[in-house]
C-alpha cells in the first residue's frame, strides 16, 4: 500500500513522486513520495539522484555579507576568522525536480526580482547554509540517490524535508538514503538538523493534523530520530529573538525526549521571500559546523549538546513544549561554561 | 606632554615663528649652567601624564565582556579596569647651553588579568644654532621595562572543550581555545625607543 510522501518543509501545496518502502511486520509497503514548493508551477517529477554535487568550501569570509535573515552572532563569528572551515555540511535536499522558486536570501537584485532563474528548495537551503558557514564544504546532495556518504572531518547534515505517511506503522523499513542518515543519527557520526515541520503547531514525530498537505500524516523520518544522539530538531520563529513561534511551525509537544533536542531559530520571511522550518534547520546546521570549527575535537553528539544546552530560554513565551530548549544561540554554545 | 618654556630670552624666543619639522615631540630647550649644584635649577618637567599608549590599550579591552554558556556574564572590567593607570614623569636636566638629558620613570599599572610593569625613561637632547636663527636639535629617548603582559583565564567548556587555559577576552569567540593565547598581550611601551630631529626656523 502506498501511504507515504516526501515533503520538503516549506508552506505550499505538494505533488507526489519518489519511492519508498516501510514494512509493516513483515510486508513491505511502497512509499509515495511528495514535494512541495512554493510558488513554483509544478513540473514533471524528477529524476535527481546521484551522489549529490561537489562540496566547494571555497567561499570567503573577506566576501562574507550578513544578510538580514542571519543572527548578528553570524557577523562575529566570521569577525573572528571562523566560518565553519574543517567541516563538512551536507544538505540532502531536492536540486532536480521541476519545483523552483525565487526568494530573497541575498542583494542579487536576479533573484530577489524573482525575474531569473528560480532555484530549487535544495538550491535555497545550501544557500543559507553557505551563507551563514562560507568555509564549510557544502555538499548538495538530491534526495533521491542512494546511501549519504560522510566526508573525512566532520560533518553535518540538514534535512529539510520529511517522510510523511498515514499513521499506524510500527517499523519502518527505509531505503538506502534514510537507512544512512539514522544509522549516523543513531551513531552520533553526524549533526543532524532535522526541520520540525510545518504542521501549524504539531508535535514533532506526532500527525501532523492541524494545516497544510501534510494534515493526517505522520512524519516518519522525525519519528524515527526521536531519540537519535546527532538529532536536533528546528522549529521557526517569526524571527530571531521574537519568541514568537511561526503559525506554520511544528512544536516540540509533550515528549520529554523531543523537547531536549528540540530548537527553535528565526525566520523572518519577509527578508527571506519564504517561510517554513526548512529554513531555520540550516542555520542550525550553520552554527554546529562554525561551533566544529572551535571546538576541533568535539564529537557531534557534543555539538548537538552544546547547541541544545546553551539554547536561549529567557524569552518570557518560552515553554518547552512549544520551543524545546529555546531558541539557537551562537555566541551562548561558542562561550565557556565558567571562567576564572 | 607638558612643555615647560624657559624664560630666557634665547629660548624663549624659538617658541615664537617657527618652523617644526619632528619626527616625534615637539619641546622648547631650557639654557641653564650646568653645575652640581645647581641640579633643581636645571630641571624642568618635561612630561606629567597618567596614562600610557599601553594604558589606552588596556582601557578599550575593558569595554564589553560575554554571556557564559550555561547562565551568568563576564565583564571585561573586573578584569582590565584599574584605580591607578601608569604616571609617566619625565624631567630634562641641562648639561650645558646645547646639551640636556631627559630621564624620569613611570610607576606602571596592574588590574585583575593584566600588569604594565613599571618602567624607566632615559635620553639626552642635543642642540646646534644654525644661521639666521635657525636651529636644530636632535633628541633620543628610550623607555626601559614598561612591558604590558596579561595573564590567562582558565576556562571550563562542560563536555565539548573541558578544561582550557585562554585567553580571558577571547574565551567565547570562535577561535578554537588554546589559539586564544597567542593573543594575550606582550608589548614593550610604544615609546621604547624614540629618535626625534627637530628643526626651527625663527623668521
Known amino acids: 500500500m502506498s501511504i507515504s510522501q516526501r515533503s520538503i518543509l516549506i508552506l505550499a501545496s505538494s505533488i507526489a513522486f519518489g519511492f519508498g518502502a516501510l514494512n509493516d511486520s513483515a510486508q513491505a509497503q511502497d512509499l509515495t513520495f511528495g514535494l512541495l514548493a512554493p510558488g513554483g508551477v509544478p513540473g514533471p517529477p524528477g529524476g535527481g539522484g546521484g551522489d549529490g554535487g561537489g562540496g566547494d568550501g571555497g567561499g570567503s569570509l573577506a566576501d562574507a555579507v550578513r544578510y538580514s535573515w542571519m543572527h548578528a552572532d553570524v557577523q562575529g563569528a566570521w569577525d573572528d576568522g571562523y566560518g565553519g572551515q574543517g567541516t563538512t555540511i551536507t544538505f540532502v535536499d531536492d536540486f532536480n525536480s521541476g519545483y523552483v522558486f525565487a526568494g530573497t536570501l541575498t542583494d542579487d537584485p536576479c533573484l530577489d526580482a524573482g525575474t531569473c532563474t528560480a532555484l530549487h528548495h535544495g538550491d535555497w537551503t545550501a544557500m543559507q547554509g553557505e551563507l551563514i558557514a562560507p568555509l564549510a564544504n557544502i555538499v548538495r546532495r538530491d534526495w533521491s540517490g542512494g546511501p549519504v556518504k560522510l566526508k573525512n572531518g566532520f560533518n553535518v547534515l540538514n534535512l529539510s524535508y520529511g517522510m510523511y505517511a498515514a499513521p499506524g506503522f510500527a517499523s519502518v523499513r527505509w531505503n538506502k538514503q534514510e537507512n544512512s542518515i539514522l544509522d549516523y543519527a543513531a551513531n552520533g557520526d553526524a549533526v543532524i538538523a532535522k526541520a520540525a515541520g510545518n504542521g501549524c503547531g504539531a508535535e514533532t514525530g506526532q500527525t501532523a493534523d492541524l494545516c497544510g498537505s501534510t494534515t493526517g500524516k505522520l512524519d516518519y523520518l522525525a519519528w524515527d530520530l526521536i531519540g537519535t544522539e546527532g538529532t536536533i530538531f528546528v522549529g521557526a520563529l517569526t524571527d530571531h529573538g521574537s519568541g514568537t513561534l511561526a503559525y506554520y511551525s511544528n512544536i516540540a509537544g509533550d515528549n520529554t525526549t523531543v523537547q531536549n533536542q528540540f530548537l527553535v531559530a528565526g525566520v523572518d520571511s519577509s527578508d527571506m521571500g519564504f517561510a517554513g522550518t526548512s529554513f531555520a534547520a540550516p542555520q542550525v546546521a550553520g552554527y554546529a559546523a562554525i561551533l566544529s570549527s572551535k571546538f576541533t575535537s568535539a564529537t557531534p553528539g557534543q555539538v548537538v549538546d552544546q547547541l541544545l544546552g546553551t539554547a536561549d530560554s529567557s524569552f518570557a513565551s518560552y515553554e518547552p513544549r512549544l520551543h524545546g530548549q529555546g531558541e539557537a544561540d551562537l555566541s551562548m554554545a561558542l562561550a565557556p561554561d565558567k571562567i576564572q | ?203
Not at chain 2, 3 to 15: E, F, G, K, M, Y
Not at chain 2, 34 to 55: I, K, N, Y
Open chain 2, 1 to 203: 606632554m607638558r612643555i615647560r618654556q624657559d624664560s630666557s630670552d634665547n629660548w624663549a624666543s624659538l617658541a615664537r615663528g617657527r618652523i617644526s619639522a619632528c619626527l616625534s615631540f615637539a619641546f622648547c630647550l631650557f639654557a641653564f649652567p650646568a653645575s652640581g649644584q645647581e641640579f633643581l635649577a636645571d630641571t624642568r618637567l618635561v612630561e606629567a601624564r597618567m596614562g600610557s599608549s599601553l594604558s589606552s590599550t588596556v582601557r578599550k579591552a575593558e569595554q564589553g565582556g560575554y554571556r557564559l554558556a550555561r547562565g551568568g556574564e563576564v565583564r571585561f572590567s573586573d578584569w582590565y579596569s584599574t584605580s591607578w593607570q601608569d604616571l609617566r614623569l619625565t624631567w630634562i636636566t641641562a648639561l650645558s647651553k646645547d646639551l640636556g638629558i631627559y630621564w624620569g620613570f613611570g610607576t606602571g599599572e596592574r588590574g585583575g588579568k593584566y600588569e604594565i610593569d613599571p618602567s624607566l625613561k632615559l635620553g639626552f637632547l642635543a642642540k646646534q644654532e644654525l644661521d639666521d636663527g635657525q636651529t636644530l636639535m636632535f633628541a633620543a629617548t628610550t623607555v626601559l621595562w614598561g612591558r604590558l603582559s596579561e595573564d590567562s583565564c582558565i576556562a571550563d567548556y562542560g563536555a565539548i572543550g573541558g578544561v582550557q587555559e585562554v585567553n580571558c577576552r577571547l574565551a567565547a569567540t570562535p577561535l578554537p581555545p588554546a589559539d586564544t593565547l597567542e593573543y594575550l598581550y606582550d608589548a614593550p611601551p610604544a615609546d621604547r625607543f624614540v629618535l626625534s630631529l627637530t628643526y626651527d626656523w625663527r623668521f
